[in-house]
């Protein structure tokens, strides 16, 4: 979508904090950053301009490390060299990691009507239009879009919960997961050779690391 970059680019401060607070035995973080970076003249609300440069150097005068390769990696990295920044969250004692359920507070926000298959198939669903697709995903590789509507999976009327039935029944089946849908005056048939399941993110503890995500959470005044 759209705002990847913003998400992703959260992965890669926290990474550049995660870093930080490990290579100073915590005595700085992003927040001395930030201070440095953002709070040169307080109270002035006017725009200032700022180069890649300028970002490096600031970085450097709270830890000195190799920040501009740091960065050009992550940021410029497509195709095949590109991969999710995820050190900083391993970094931050936890681990990501995939379930096949919900948690209760998932199952209320997304009701009977709305489904997550960012995971699985690519998608996810509003009722049955499709409102987002992932690069990459067995759905993009269809061709799918935000826009389409799915109108049934194999013999059932299209909705969320028959596609989750439909993912799940898959995962120890030899067949496709067939789905029908629609845009505008168009249908296409769809075979989706997918047997992996259903797949939730799920971020779990690592024994014996420092939660360095509670640190970065906790308040600043007590």
């Known amino acids: ?18 870093l930080i607070r490990s290579e100073t035995n915590e005595r700085k973080s992003l927040d001395d950053f930030a201070k440095a970076f953002f709070g040169v003249e307080d109270g002035v609300w006017e725009a200032r301009p700022y180069t890649f440069e300028d970002v490096v150097e600031t970085l450097n005068a709270v830890h000195p490390h190799d920040w501009a390769t740091f960065l050009r990696t992550r940021l410029d990295a497509v195709g095949p060299d590109a991969r999710a920044p995820l050190d900083g969250i391993e970094r931050a004692g936890w681990r990501l990691t995939y379930v096949d359920e919900l948690t209760p507070a998932e199952k209320r926000m997304l009701g009977g009507w709305a489904g997550d298959f960012q995971y699985s ?3 996810s669903l509003s009722g049955t239009r499709i409102t987002g697709v992932r690069w990459g995903s067995p759905a993009f ?34 067949d496709p997961i067939r789905v029908v849908v629609k845009r505008g005056d168009e249908f296409r048939t769809l075979d989706f050779d997918y047997h992996g399941g259903l797949r939730y993110p799920r971020l779990v503890r690592i024994e014996g690391a420092r939660d360095r995500l509670a640190d970065i959470f906790a308040p600043r005044n007590r």
């Open 141 to 174: 590789d269809q061709g799918l879009g935000a826009g389409w509507e799915l109108i049934a999976v194999g013999d059932r009327v299209g909705s969320a919960d028959a596609l989750r039935a439909a993912v799940t029944a898959a995962k120890t089946g030899a």
């Open 1 to 18: 979508g759209t705002g990847d970059y913003y998400r992703e680019a959260l992965l890669v401060w926290l990474d550049a904090d995660t």
């Open 121 to 123: 198939l690519g998608f």
